[in-house]
């Protein structure tokens, strides 16, 4: 009897961390992470702004609730198309562990939720969230089968967070929370398009339409990426050009736009899957970079 007990209480224990699992999956919490560190961080990096563990992390959960969120509508929406790749078939509603009313009913509550937190910093930032959340969702998504333009509108909800964080701490739409969205906004071509130069089988088998080429990867595809690449240069400085950030930031920016014009040359010139990846995994780190770099530069200056 025992025994039958502890089989129960551990069957049950197996069952929460699985149903857990399924919801990390389904709100994509790595890349979520990832897009609520940029809202973070643009928050701190607003005037008069000072770290408050408190402030920070009700930011953090409601930022990643609108996110999860707007991410569950792209799973719920898209579950046929994932069930149809590789990657994607294992997600909790393509593979039957969870059901689309499941998913339905979550996805409300995070957004109510997280609109209600975002809220109590700003109306603003609520409002801005939830135009975020609508675009990515209903917007974004389903144009992803429709034309290559889906990469142009999903970079605004992309970017959107650095608006969100700015203007959860200021309430304004002023010029520091547009140049952080215009850095994340441009930044998101290269990284993107080299996302969808690696996984260009499945995503063609799946109906997607994400390159700028309809001939899939071509140079015409690796070209963009330089210009994209480039024009991240001159927006690099804009924070130090409108005081959000020092002059050491400056440097380590420019570096940063540099190389990942260096390595989107590199794929031009290579044309291969080696030199796509390695644009991948640039832009990867260079948020962390650039975004860590401009807050611990605006904390040297006001320490100096």
Known sequence: MVDGIKKEAGSGSFALASKVKDYFQLIKFTLSFTVVF???ISYLLAPNIRFDLLQVLLLFAGGMLITGAANGINQVLEKDTDAMMKRTASRPI???RMTVN????FIGLSTALGAYILYTFSIEAALVSL?????YGFVYTPLKKVNSI???VGAVPGALPCLI???AATGEFTAGGWILFGIQFLWQFPHFWAIAWVAHKDYSAAGFKLLPSDKGPTRFTALQTIMYSTLMIPFGLLPYMYHISGMVSMWIVLGCNLWMVYVS???YRKMDMASARKVMFSSYFYLLIVF???YADKIRHIAG
């Open 131 to 135: 135009l975020s959340l609508f675009l």
């Open 102 to 105: 499941e998913a339905w009913v």
């Open 150 to 152: 889906a990469v142009l």
């Open 165 to 167: 964080g700015w203007v």
């Open 265 to 267: 040359i590199q794929l």
């Open 292 to 294: 860590l770099s401009l």
């Open 38 to 40: 940029s809202t973070v």
């Open 94 to 96: 393509p593979s039957g």
